[in-house]
């Protein structure tokens, strides 16, 4: 029997409805993503969906979300072997396997009217010619985007055993105008650069923008006429609010894992500490007290820990301590200075920026310290954030000048690394979970 799912988001509703087919059983053995030394993408041919005639071709955006997954290597179209009439019918299976296919997506797509969009796939694997996947979508003409990036997580999911990540925001600083004086807007967009809304209009500048775990709302600094204040946006209803009234500056906001609390860094003097505050009733806790420079603070998936940076020992470092403060255990021993922790939600790793020879990087290592590895080097990298999978970074690149920041998305894995698409210069990313 069909089961009916409602997915709310903002400002849309969409329903889901499993298509009545024999799907093969995922058999053991039936994952094909390694991440070592010998790791090659899984081939996937994404056919143009029947009816898929809009200025949004969904074909477009799942060929363009798998390009980008680093795990799937879409087949170029001029490669095609035979054009799908009928999506309901098995492809030629044969003829798919001369140009190396290892999955053939099929579909189509139905304007019912000109508000509602209906539309549906077929995940085939080329090597028991068996349909593996299959599902439909019902929804809004205007929200057929998120329409690609849910059936390219169920391919993603179904082909590689990991959760996907397309479906899903990131919150960005948006800047424009000459270098000496930049206008900063925060804004939103799907995890593709797709989608770009605005959300503040650059009366204030704004920085270091931090989702809540339901997505409904953004923690993020604000530099109005007095001092840096942690602010907190809805992005539902657009009210914006500052977190407490303290003396001094607060920075580096971010969300506890059940959304109950923000932990930051607060200035005293020449020196910030790390504090949490309770959003219901807006009480604060200090967690540090070393005299130091502690900031950057970010939550373990499981709340009991936080990751930070500290100048404690002389230079920036990452330490890690218990969520509810007391001794900090240094992770970082590497050459240069750390900055800029962030736990992904996995729980086994904890990306960085480190700076070293004039040089910012971006990397990886696991909680304890160990498995250290940089994903990329240049001029300027900064600020990583994980997707909600676990399994990618952004973070943003500014190459100085009169040139300005992007934003750059690579796997944990260092397999590779993507522009991601803004519409002007754009810096700290958050990426934010998986819509629901």
């Known amino acids: 029997m069909n089961k009916s799912i409602i997915l709310p988001r903002i400002a849309a509703v969409i329903l889901t409805l499993s298509l009545a087919l024999p799907v093969a059983a995922h058999a053991e053995g039936d994952i094909y993503v390694h991440p070592g030394a ?25 060929t363009n979300d798998f390009g980008r997954s680093i795990f799937l290597q879409p ?28 999955f053939v997506v099929t579909g189509r797509v139905r304007h019912s009217d000109s508000a509602h969009v209906t539309a549906e796939f077929r995940l085939w694997d080329v090597a028991t010619g068996q349909q593996v ?57 799907d995890m593709d650069g797709g989608n770009v809304r605005y959300l503040t209009r650059g009366d204030d500048l704004v920085v270091t923008p931090r989702f809540s775990p339901s997505a409904q709302q953004i923690a993020y600094m604000s530099f109005g006429n007095a001092d840096p204040k942690v602010s907190l946006l809805n992005i539902e209803t657009g009210q914006h ?61 499981d709340g009991s820990q936080i990751v930070f940076e500290s100048d404690r020992g002389g230079a920036q470092q990452i330490y890690v301590m218990s969520a509810s403060g007391g001794p900090a255990k240094r992770i ?78 690579a796997d944990i894995f260092g397999h590779g690394e993507f522009q991601v698409p803004t519409p002007s210069y754009a810096s700290d990313p958050a990426w934010g979970p998986l819509l629901k």
Not at 89 to 101: E, Q, Y
Request: aromatic content about 10%; charged content about 20%.
């Open 241 to 301: 609010e500052a977190v407490g009234n303290f003396p001094g500056m607060t920075f580096s906001p971010r969300f506890s894992p059940d959304g109950q609390k923000i932990v930051m860094s607060l200035s005293e003097g020449a020196t910030s500490n790390l504090y949490t505050m309770d959003l219901q009733t807006r009480t604060t806790t200090r967690l540090t007290d070393s005299g130091a420079i502690d900031t950057s603070p970010s939550y373990s998936p």
């Open 75 to 102: 087949i170029s179209a001029t490669s095609f072997p035979e054009q799908i009439s009928n999506p309901d019918v098995r492809p030629n299976i044969d003829a798919w396997k001369t140009v190396n296919a290892q």
């Open 133 to 189: 996947a299959g599902q439909q979508y019902v929804t809004e003409a205007a929200n057929s985007r998120r329409v690609a990036h849910l059936i390219g997580d169920a391919v993603f999911t179904r082909v590689t055993g990991e959760t996907g990540f397309f479906d899903s925001h990131v919150v960005f600083v948006d800047e424009t105008g000459p270098a000496e004086k930049r206008r900063k807007r925060l804004a939103i967009m």
């Open 332 to 409: 970082s021993f590497g050459e240069g200075r750390y900055s800029t922790p962030v736990w992904s939600p996995r729980g086994d790793t904890i990306a960085f920026t480190r700076q070293k020879d004039g040089n910012f990087g971006i990397g990886v290592m696991k909680p304890d310290g160990g498995g250290e590895r940089m994903l990329t080097d240049g001029f300027h990298n900064e600020g990583p954030t994980f997707s909600p999978n676990g399994l990618f970074v952004m973070f943003f690149r500014d190459p100085g000048g009169q040139s300005g920041a992007k934003i750059f998305m």
């Open 38 to 62: 010998n790791f090659k993408p899984v081939t996937i041919a994404v056919t143009p969906l029947a009816g898929d005639d809009g200025t949004i071709k969904l074909s477009d955006i799942l």
